[in-house]
């Protein structure tokens, strides 16, 4: 995910979603948001920290601290490694992109818990083109005001988590992408820490958010994140004016034979990672009826 999150097009929630931790991370983070809240508005007051540790208790600690952790030595090791990788050969990455982009369309698709209804394919349409749409704004540029910053990074972060939505490209589209990667490379303290204010703002603010919806409409959500991700394809087509920063799609050209394949390889990865999600969900719920079993 942190890897996700440096490369412009690439959404750190898709990659959550592939995965199968999407619904626990989202659920989990909205309970740590919660208890926060709860400690800082009842401490003061006397009345002790039950409610909130009751909030933390409904968090999968194990997880969050296993993402946190990776997803900090990813995005310092990607805005070294990958990012420059990306920039150099634009097409090639992509087209891994749109692979992996693609093929995760399966995931929200078959997680929605429910058929499909016409009106839902409808839904998924609208909000398809409308991310078609916006990814094909002009990226533009802007000063880098600690203001406009923390807003910059409100508005990223909800992308984190919001899979077909790139923090990466909403930073590129408003002109603090390569501002934002250099101060990470610099280790920028002030810029870096203004950013992190901005994003702790912005999560707090939009995961509730996502929470209520996967709890009381998870359905929909998932009809939702279907399009976003459907929608998002347009930025990742890997026959773009890379050299000239414009958001033009073009024909296929150059080396067509190797971008395929390495579409193909994209969505190969996804397959496999599934696959593995899915005999790993199904062992441990073997392993659950033998335990059950034994116990009776």
Known sequence: ??????????????????????????ISAGHTVSGAKLAVSDLPRGKGTDRAAAEFRRVHWA????????????????????????????????????????????VPYSGSGRSWSPANYLLALAVAAVTFVLTGLPPTEIEPHPLIVMAAAAVAICALVLPGVSGSFMLLAIGLYTTTMDAI???????????????????????KLLQWLLERHHHLTHVVMTGLLAGSLRALWPWQPWESGERDLLAPSGDVVVTVGLMLLGVVIV?????????????TKETGSQSTGTLA
């Open 63 to 106: 997880l969050v601290i296993a993402v946190m952790a990776g997803m900090i030595v990813a995005v310092l090791t990607a805005a070294k490694l990958v990012s420059p990788l990306v920039e150099e050969h634009p097409q090639q990455s992509f087209a891994v992109f749109f692979g992996l982009v693609l093929a995760s369309l399966w």
């Open 271 to 283: 397959l496999g990672v599934l696959a593995i999600e899915h005999k790993t969900h199904r062992n």
């Open 1 to 26: 995910m942190g890897t996700a999150e440096v490369i412009p097009g690439v959404s750190g929630g898709t990659v959550a979603l592939i995965t199968g931790i999407y619904d626990r991370l989202i």
């Open 185 to 207: 490379n610099d280790r920028d303290l002030g810029y870096v820490s203004t950013f992190a204010l901005g994003a702790l703002i912005g999560l707090a603010l939009f995961v």
